[in-house]
């Protein structure tokens, strides 16, 4: 009896020592699941020209980072079609993948010390800087012209603390207005309820026009990096070695897109 006992408990600690090994070698990796499912769900921007923005008569989303989502699907299932694609914002594109709405995210997501303590980042594929779109009527030449201005930002973005640091060493203040995505900034712009649209130069690119203009300032480059779950090691590497690998075929992707 008391053998009996003894075996059970052999078998019991030893099957949980396999379990742990098996969960820290990644035998339950999201790569396999993948895999076994057949569709990568990536969560991506819908309104940034270049990188991802909503062709409004197909209904598609085509755009530099959606070409990356495409071409990681192929590497991984051997097809870019098996791809299901989920707008995001800066908000909403953490929550989502913590609760497995999606598999990855490939949305303008910079890369931060802070950041990288919650979620895997892999290499960057693309580095931007922030920058600052104003109407040319307001005669602004750089952020040291904005006292007392308010300045239009993406909820849960970086550009806020970015552009506030900046105007700190420059002995000024500013203001700021949050808003939940791009257009609504350049709304907020073009109806002069803010004085400055700040986000990466490269989408400013999208919304300048005729009446507006990016500064010459450029403030901590930021570099971008597809974002998947902490916890997933083999699926982190994965992604990792995929972009090194592609490092050149991204790089045209950019260039296609005007980037």
């Known amino acids: 009896m008391f053998l009996k006992k003894g075996l059970l408990k052999i078998f019991a600690l030893a099957l949980g020592v396999s379990v742990m090994l098996s969960s820290a070698f990644g035998a339950d990796s999201k790569l396999d699941e993948l895999k076994s499912k057949g569709t990568l769900v990536v969560g991506v921007k819908n309104d940034i020209p270049h990188y991802a923005l909503l062709d409004q008569a197909t209904g598609e989303i085509k755009g530099f980072e959606v070409d990356i989502a495409k071409l990681l699907a192929k590497s991984i299932l051997g097809d870019e079609n098996k791809i299901k694609l989920v707008p995001v914002n800066a908000k909403t594109r953490g929550p989502l993948l913590d609760n497995g709405t999606v598999d990855v995210v490939?949305?303008?997501?910079?890369i931060t010390p802070e950041r990288k303590r919650i979620y895997n980042f892999s290499e960057p594929y693309y580095q931007d800087s922030v920058g600052l779109l104003v109407l040319k009527e307001k005669n602004y030449k750089s952020l040291a012209d904005m006292q007392?201005?308010?300045?239009g930002v993406a909820q849960a973005a970086t550009t806020k603390k970015i552009i506030d640091e900046e105007a700190k060493k420059l002995n000024i203040k500013?203001?700021?207005s949050e808003f939940p995505d791009y257009p609504s900034i350049k709304?907020?712009?073009?109806?002069?309820?803010?004085?400055a649209f700040s986000v990466d130069k490269s989408i400013l690119l999208g919304y300048v026009d005729d009446k507006s203009e990016i500064l010459a300032d450029s403030f901590a480059p930021q570099e971008y990096g597809i974002v998947s779950k902490k916890g997933d090691e083999k699926f982190a590497k994965y992604i990792d070695e995929f972009v090194k690998t592609n490092r050149n075929v991204i790089e045209n992707l950019a260039k296609n897109w005007g980037l």
Do not use: E, H, N, Y
């Not at 490939?106 to 910079?110: L, M, R, S």
């Not at 073009?190 to 004085?195: G, I, W």
């Open 106 to 110: 490939i949305a303008t997501f910079t």
């Open 148 to 151: 007392g201005a308010t300045i």
């Open 174 to 176: 500013v203001k700021f």
């Open 187 to 195: 709304a907020a712009l073009d109806s002069k309820r803010v004085d």
